[in-house]
Nanobody, 117 residues
Framework: QVQLVESGGGLVQAGGSLRLSCAAS????????MGWYRQAPGKQRELVAT????????NYADSVKGRFTISRDHAKNTLYLQMNSLKPRDTAVYYC??????????WGQGTQVTVSS
């Protein structure tokens, strides 16, 4: 069983910053891809950013490009999302995701990010 535990969410004013962390219970090297998704009330879950384990190729949603940075620390089995210049539209529950080398997908429990105007 694999667990992903997000932390770092909270309430921040527009223009502020937060850093989300996702700690995995197993080696992040056993993943093919890790990423962050978010879901606002009444909206479908959307991709925020992903990073490929082999080679580190990164993809960002257009809505966060230039403001958010995804990174990883394999030694700590942890994925990060640095969020700068936050906007009210960024308000959502943010979920960590991992696609493992054996094909299974794991989701974290989510962490709430609220950006006030």
């Amino acid at each position: 069983q694999v667990q992903l535990v997000e932390s770092g969410g909270g309430l921040v004013q527009a223009g502020g910053s937060l850093r989300l962390s996702c700690a995995a219970s197993i080696s992040s090297l056993s993943t093919n891809r890790m990423g962050w998704y978010r879901q606002a009330p009444g909206k479908q879950r959307e991709l925020v950013a992903t990073i490929i384990t082999d080679g580190g190729s990164i993809n960002y949603a257009d809505s966060v490009k230039g403001r958010f940075t995804i990174s990883r620390d394999h030694a700590k089995n942890t994925l990060y999302l640095q969020m700068n210049s936050l906007k009210p539209r960024d308000t959502a529950v943010y979920y960590c995701n991992a696609i493992h080398v054996w094909g299974r997908t794991t989701w974290g429990q989510g962490t709430q990010v609220t950006v006030s105007s």
